[in-house]
């Protein structure tokens, strides 16, 4: 199995944990429209939207919207899920992607059900729905291989992602590898970011406010990457 497969597993069992209304890091988004987001995003001809006009799986789109209402039957949820933990069919463009294009898209979008929900006193997530999050829970668990598989995917990724940030960047893990994720326009100093590898990937996808990364750098260059990529 691939780190991916890995992913897309872990990431299914999570939602179908939690129940279609529990909080995510993805603004104005509950786990019924994450859900529906990750089997849209890899099959734009699902059979039960063909009659909705329009493009089909588009967010925000009416059969978009029509199936995350759908998905608050606890029935319906738990088959999106399902559909979505199954591989992309063979005819899908999606069915050829690995590890560079889904591998930070699973982990990512399982922090964002881990690190938005409240948390019980055990570090299990709460009830869904609770007001407001609750501590951090602890840094999932990662095989070296694994944590290798998503650093590198970090470092390829990031570099895209900071493309209008004037500041440069380094990233150093906790447990000792860095990069240099991106070079400083004129002007401007290089910040450096260090966490846990986890808290490291949610920086560079903009969900930095909950994290545990600390920062060193000039005030006006953190500020210029905070802009972009929020802080703690």
């Given at each position: 199995m691939t780190w991916h497969q890995h992913e897309r597993e872990t990431l299914a069992a999570l939602l179908l944990s939690v129940g279609p209304d529990a909080p995510t890091l993805c603004e104005g988004w509950r786990s019924r429209h994450l859900a529906v987001h990750l089997l849209h995003r890899e099959s734009a001809?699902?059979?039960?939207?063909?009659?909705?006009?329009?493009?089909?799986?588009?967010?925000?789109?009416?059969?978009?919207?029509?199936?995350?209402?759908?998905?608050?039957?606890?029935?319906?949820?738990?088959?999106?899920?399902?559909?979505?933990?199954?591989?992309?069919?063979?005819?899908?463009?999606?069915?050829?992607?690995?590890?560079?294009v889904n591998l930070l898209e699973f982990f990512v979008h399982g922090e964002d059900v881990r690190r938005a929900g409240a948390l019980a006193q055990d570090g299990s997530l709460a009830q869904p729905g609770a007001p407001e999050p609750g501590p951090l829970?602890?840094?999932?668990?990662?095989?070296p291989d694994h944590a290798d598989t998503i650093w590198q995917a970090l470092r390829r990724a990031a570099p895209m992602m900071l493309l209008r940030v004037p500041a440069g960047l380094v990233y150093v893990r906790d447990d000792g590898p860095r990069a240099v994720v991106h070079r400083p326009r004129e002007g401007y100093g290089t910040v450096v970011v260090r966490g846990e590898l986890g808290d490291l990937v949610l920086h560079a996808f903009r969900r930095g406010a909950r994290t545990r990364v600390t920062v060193e750098g000039d005030a006006d260059d953190v500020a210029a990457i905070a802009a972009r990529c929020p802080l703690p």
């Open positions: 001809a699902l059979s039960h939207l063909r009659a909705v006009p329009g493009p089909v799986g588009r967010v925000g789109s009416e059969a978009f919207e029509a199936a995350v209402e759908r998905c608050l039957d606890p029935e319906e949820y738990a088959a999106t899920i399902d559909e979505f933990a199954q591989a992309p069919a063979a005819w899908s463009p999606w069915s050829f992607a690995g590890d560079s829970p602890p840094s999932r668990a990662l095989s």
